[in-house]
């Protein structure tokens, strides 16, 4: 491993540290000014708007646990790519997923990173009450349509 690869996976498990400990002024410090974060929910430029997501990450549930997952950090050049899971508490539900972020750095500061997960499953995990309950199933019943065929009875949830 090169330095530049070395500088890039400082920072990047510098990242993961700082989520894990649920710090938005140290997150936000490793972006740059212009700095992007594309997720499920929207994208978010700027120190300002990432800090506004970030705030509403950490305030929608209780006992946040984030983890580096088995492939950890990898890096090529400037960017590095980090699996994780998220797990929290919400209204006495226990919900975990998995997580890919990549990260694009530029000057040694976060230019854009991209965070991807399966968020149906995880709407189905947080989902109360019957009606959401129902809701979710739902959707997914349709996307599935014809997935396991006629014959071949559906796993169960």
């Known amino acids: 491993m090169n ?16 989520l894990q400990a649920r710090h938005v ?8 000014d212009d700095g992007t974060w594309i997720a499920p929910e929207g994208t978010f430029t700027g120190k300002a708007s990432i800090g506004a997501y970030l705030d509403w990450q950490f305030n929608r549930g209780q006992d946040f646990k984030i983890t580096e997952c088995e ?12 699996e994780h899971t998220i797990a929290f508490t919400l209204q006495g539900g226990r919900a975990e997923y998995v997580a890919l972020s990549a990260l694009e750095l ?20 947080i989902a109360r009450g019957p009606l ?11 996307e599935e349509d014809g997935l396991y065929g006629p014959r071949q009875p559906q796993p169960h949830r």
Do not use: C, H, P
């Open 3 to 18: 330095m530049a690869d070395e500088g890039t996976e400082t920072l990047a498990r510098d990242f993961l540290k700082a």
């Open 25 to 32: 002024e140290q997150i936000l410090a490793l972006f740059s």
């Open 71 to 82: 492939n950890g950090v990898v890096v090529e050049g400037n960017r590095a790519f980090i």
């Open 106 to 125: 530029k000057n040694g500061r976060v230019k854009r990173i991209r965070t991807v997960y399966d968020r149906l499953s995880l709407e189905r995990q």
């Open 132 to 142: 959401s309950r129902w809701a979710v199933d739902r959707l997914v019943r349709q």
